[in-house]
């Protein structure tokens, strides 16, 4: 498992309605990669867009059965287990288009003048 992976649940997940979705892993591959390590973070991917800074468009061009948007203000922790389905990885462009919603989702601005 890694970064920008996007994954199928095969279990019904009662935050989506108790249906299956798709999502994508955000953690960085430290955690996605490790197996000592149960769970990862995930934003989940919704059929309905909504057109806002926070949303990434992907589609079928990524895997997925439809236009969607991977939503990061709803970040999820999700049990590898879980993800069961493999669908594809993410482009190195919508790597960086999800990097950016991730960034403007979770307020996080560049701070001048502070070392690293």
């Not at 108790?18 to 769970?39: M, Q």
Request: charged share 25%; aromatic share 8%; net charge neutral.
């Amino acid at each position: 498992m890694k970064r920008g992976e996007i994954y199928r649940t095969g279990e019904k997940v009662a935050e989506r309605g108790h249906k299956p979705g798709f999502y994508i892993v955000v953690s960085r591959d430290f955690i996605a990669e490790n197996d000592d390590v149960a769970t990862v973070v995930c934003a989940p991917v919704y059929s309905e867009t909504l057109g806002i800074r926070s949303e990434t468009l992907v589609g079928i061009d990524d895997g997925l059965p439809q236009d969607s948007a991977i939503r990061c203000d709803f970040l999820t922790l999700m049990f590898k287990r879980k993800l069961t389905a493999f669908v594809g990885v993410l482009s190195g462009r919508k790597m960086a288009e999800l990097d950016a919603a991730l960034t403007y989702a979770l307020g996080i601005r560049p701070k001048h003048g502070h070392p690293g």
